[in-house]
């Protein structure tokens, strides 16, 4: 199994910035794909940055040129640093990661317990 413990969530004034942490933990073969998610109050679970295995990164709209998301390939850790965050950043934040648990098993996603990210106006 696969554990996803985020960190790094918290208030900041608009026009701040945060960085968040997901270490992954656990018994698997290997992680593919990272990223983050988040889910405002009445609002659905939204994309916020993915990153391959091999270092590709994708973002929502809402965020690129803000938000720069990385990881550590060994220490099975990703990121995302956010900056010029705005009210409507507010959300809870998932880490997901896609992981096989043995050689030949498939890719299943893992999600964090989320992490509140509040920016005050």
């Known amino acids: 199994q696969v554990q996803l413990v985020e960190s790094g969530g918290g208030l900041v004034q608009a026009g701040g910035s945060l960085r968040l942490s997901c270490a992954a933990s656990g018994s698997f073969f290997s992680i593919n794909a990272m990223g983050w998610y988040r889910q405002a109050p009445g609002k659905q679970r939204e994309l916020v940055a993915t990153?391959?295995?091999?270092?590709?990164?994708n973002y929502a709209d809402s965020v690129k040129d803000r938000f720069t998301i990385s990881r550590a390939n060994a220490e099975n850790t990703v990121y995302l640093q956010m900056n010029s965050l705005k009210p409507e950043d507010t959300a809870v934040y998932y880490c997901n990661a896609y992981a096989r648990v043995r050689l030949l098993a498939p890719r299943l996603a893992y999600w964090g317990q989320g992490t509140q990210v509040t920016v005050s106006s």
């Open positions: 990153i391959s295995s091999g270092g590709s990164t």
